[in-house]
């Protein structure tokens, strides 16, 4: 169990002043049990008033349920003011799921790439304990960029289909149909660009809400980016692009709220779909400027 943030080791930290969050003491970034996926059973939950232990049998190794009367002591359990600790026995390691995220594993690019895209296209929710405490910005931006060549090309061969026409069959349109086939062009070149500034914009603001919950703007723009496998819709024709686009978005949102304690990611995914939607509002306002003034040429 480790700070999102820094890295530290976050076992055996008390449960801090009533009324008060739970910090890193290494970063101060804040935190909550319920973000993390601990190995059901391998992980004590221990009462913040008399140290009784309990064991998580959720799917998420969490207690179940999170609130409830100490057995001993008879003082109120929450979840969030435990003191937790690795089983007997267990190591850090082994007290936390592990279902890596594909993108990590040691496989050919093809399959981590394509792995990759399916938890992004059905699967944001599952992202946060994929992760673990794995911060990646430049790989999910990676990724992003890769998934932008599906959202771009199928624009860029429907300009150039128009000039391909003209000059097979003849006419006086060759000119235009050439502007626009450029404008479709540049927009594939700068797409990336553009999707990975509605990306930032969104982890931006995400992180803006939930950064008291722990929520660091890096780990919100890498939950984002590895959720974008949706992006590939842009392959079908017309409004392909659009449709992954927004599926994107809803993956991203599922993954934010699933990397926030429970309660509080709705801000957090407020503000990250309508920092998605400013984002596709700018990036149709540039391709239509693109496309306008170089058609006119």
Request: aromatic residues 10%.
């Amino acid at each position: 169990m480790r700070c999102v943030n820094c890295d530290y080791i976050l076992w055996n930290q008390p449960a801090p002043p009533m009324g008060e969050k739970r910090t890193c003491p290494e970063c101060g970034t804040g935190y909550s049990a319920h973000q993390y996926d601990f190995a059901a059973g391998r992980v004590q939950f221990c009462c913040e008033h008399c140290g009784q232990d309990y064991y998580g049998t959720s799917a998420r190794g969490h207690i179940v349920p999170d609130e409830f009367a100490c057995v001993r002591c008879g003082g109120l359990v929450l979840m969030d003011r435990c003191t937790l600790r690795p089983a007997a026995g267990v190591s850090d390691g082994e007290a936390m799921q592990h279902a890596e995220l594909p993108w990590f594993e040691a496989k050919s690019f093809v399959k981590r790439w394509w792995g990759t895209t399916l938890v992004g296209f059905s699967k944001g929710i599952q992202l946060p304990a994929m992760l673990g405490g794995r911060v990646e910005p430049t790989q999910a931006s990676i990724f992003v960029v890769i998934q932008s060549f599906f959202a771009g090309i199928m624009g860029l061969l429907t300009g150039l289909l128009p000039v391909l026409a003209v000059a097979t069959v003849g006419g006086g349109t060759i000119q235009s149909s050439a502007g626009q086939a450029i404008a479709q062009g540049v927009l594939f070149l700068i797409s990336p660009f553009l999707l990975l500034g509605s990306m930032a914009l969104a982890a931006a603001l995400a992180a803006a809400a939930g950064s008291r919950d722990g929520l660091s703007f890096r780990r919100a723009y890498t939950l984002i980016g590895f959720s974008s496998g949706a992006l590939i819709f842009g392959l079908v024709p017309c409004c392909g692009a659009l449709i992954g686009y927004i599926l994107w978005a809803i993956q991203g949102s599922y993954a934010l709220a699933a990397a926030m304690p429970r309660g509080k990611g709705a801000a957090v995914v407020v503000l990250a779909l309508v920092g998605m939607f400013i984002g596709l509002i700018l990036q149709a306002a540039v391709g239509f400027a693109i496309t306008f003034v170089l058609s006119a040429l």
